[in-house]
């Protein structure tokens, strides 16, 4: 009986294959380690204390290492070279939240507070009800004196970005809106989480200021 039809193939004939799968996963593999160790890199300036020479050319394709130099810049006073750095940053990103509130910061720090203000508009508006960048958005806002954006922000804040933050949100909160008829006014649903924060973390006199409402 002929059987010359259905003989299977030999292993031989499938090493070519294997080799090519092989070998196309291994470069896969390479490629992504050599992007893992860009990545890594690039990214290192951020937490170091390394020095370049020329930052600005070293960092001109990262909003991220851009944002970060103006932000040294600034805090050595350069505030003239810092400002154009940030503004660097947002060339490269136009919607980088960090870049745009650094900013916003540098233009408070030089006087021009209203300036300072529309910016903070305008990444308030951008970024409303994104975790990342709230808690910093937060901090700009109350060194502004904006209530107006924290009423808005911290009940989001508390709602929905727990541990360390959330806390540090209620502090604020406390902090801005010291009265029964405030806090009720601004964090009507945030009342219990206010409570339970202020007997948690043995805070009695705000514990009872807001205990009326959780009593009722």
């Given at each position: ?212 409402t959780i009593a009722t």
């Amino acid at each position: 009986m002929n059987t010359e039809g259905t003989r299977k193939p030999s292993s031989g004939s499938c090493l070519p294959q294997f080799v090519l799968i092989r070998g196309s996963a291994a470069s896969c593999c390479i490629l992504l380690s050599l992007l893992v160790f860009w990545l890594a890199w690039h990214l290192q300036y951020e937490f170091s204390d390394r020095h370049t020479r020329n930052p600005e050319s070293a960092y001109r394709y990262s909003p991220l290492l851009m944002t970060w130099y103006a932000e040294q810049l600034n805090s050595a006073g350069k505030l003239t070279k810092a400002e154009r750095v940030y503004q660097r940053a947002i060339e490269l990103n136009p919607l980088y939240p960090p870049a745009w509130l650094g900013l916003a910061g540098l233009r408070d720090d030089t006087g021009d507070k209203e300036h300072a203000n529309q910016l903070l508009d305008f990444i308030a508006t951008k970024t409303k009800d994104v975790q990342r960048w709230a808690w910093n958005k937060n901090l700009l806002a109350y060194r502004f004196g904006r209530t107006d954006i924290l009423a808005i922000e911290l009940p989001y804040i508390i709602n929905t970005v727990p541990g360390k933050t959330r806390d540090d949100a209620i502090r604020m909160a406390f902090s801005i809106w010291p009265t029964l008829a405030e806090l009720r006014e601004h964090l009507p649903d945030q009342m219990p989480a206010l409570f339970n924060y202020a007997v948690r973390s043995g805070r009695l006199e705000q514990a009872l200021i807001v205990w009326p409402t959780i009593a009722t």
